[in-house]
Nanobody, 127 residues
Framework: QVQLIESGGGLVQAGGALRLSCTASGRTVSNTAMGWFRQAPGKEREVVAAINWSGFSTNYADSVKGRFTISRDNAKNTVYLQMNSLKPEDTAVYFC????????????????????WGQGTQVTVSS
């Protein structure tokens, strides 16, 4: 069983930056793909970014390309999401998710692909 703990959320002004962290315990995630998702009030959960086990392959939602960067430190069993140039529409609860496979599949954006989820961390961007 894998436990995922997100941290780093908070309140920031538009144009600002935050770095989210997701640390795994219970089992290593250094050999699995990972993803970040978000859910705004009244909206469905959507993918933000995903990264393969090595960190050499990443995918992003169009809405965050060029602003967000996903990375990982397998020695620390941790995945990061650097968020720059934040916009009010980025306001949401951000969730970390772990796959049980190494690579990013064609369904990398799908909630159903991921087997383990964190509790989420709130990100609020004020205008």
């Amino acid at each position: 069983q894998v436990q995922l703990i997100e941290s780093g959320g908070g309140l920031v002004q538009a144009g600002g930056a935050l770095r989210l962290s997701c640390t795994a315990s219970g089992r290593t995630v250094s050999n699995t793909a990972m993803g970040w998702f978000r859910q705004a009030p009244g909206k469905e959960r959507e993918v933000v970014a995903a990264i393969n086990w090595s960190g050499f392959s990443t995918n992003y939602a169009d809405s965050v390309k060029g602003r967000f960067t996903i990375s990982r430190d397998n020695a620390k069993n941790t995945v990061y999401l650097q968020m720059n140039s934040l916009k009010p529409e980025d306001t949401a609860v951000y969730f970390c998710a772990a796959d049980t496979r190494r690579i990013l599949g064609t369904d990398w954006y799908s909630i159903q692909r991921y087997d383990y989820w964190g509790q989420g961390t709130q990100v609020t961007v004020s205008s």
